[in-house]
């Protein structure tokens, strides 16, 4: 089992900064990798980021050059720094881990982030 928890959510005006983390505790597996996804009201949950545990990155267009995805892996966390937020931002956040080999695959609870015009 692994348990993720997530924090660094708000509310935030147009154009402002936000830092969420995820931090894993459990039975980690040392090949793994941790993202964050988002699920605004009434669409389908997306990718943000992905990281992998050497520090593999990938950020979907949309938030390129907006969002940034690091990791500690002595602390197994994970953040995402969002800087110029938009409204179309504002969604749940979601942590995800899975681990190789095998299929384990955690969420995490969902953190708000809530970007006014």
């Known amino acids: 089992q692994v348990q993720l928890v997530e924090s660094g959510g708000g509310l935030v005006e147009a154009g402002g900064s936000l830092r969420l983390s995820c931090a894993a505790s459990?039975?980690?597996?040392?090949?793994?990798?941790m993202s964050w996804y988002r699920q605004a009201p009434g669409k389908q949950r997306e990718l943000v980021a992905s990281?992998?545990?050497?520090?593999?990155?990938h950020l979907v267009r949309s938030v390129k050059g907006r969002f940034t995805a690091s990791r500690t892996n002595v602390k197994n966390t994970v953040y995402l720094q969002m800087n110029s937020l938009k409204p179309d931002d504002t969604a749940v956040y979601y942590c995800?881990?899975?681990?190789?080999?095998?299929?384990?695959?955690?969420w995490g609870q969902g953190t708000q982030v809530t970007v006014s015009s």
């Open positions: 990281i992998t545990d050497d520090g593999l990155t």
């Open positions: 459990g039975s980690i597996k040392r090949m793994n990798v």
């Open positions: 995800n881990f899975r681990g190789f080999p095998g299929s384990d695959d955690y």
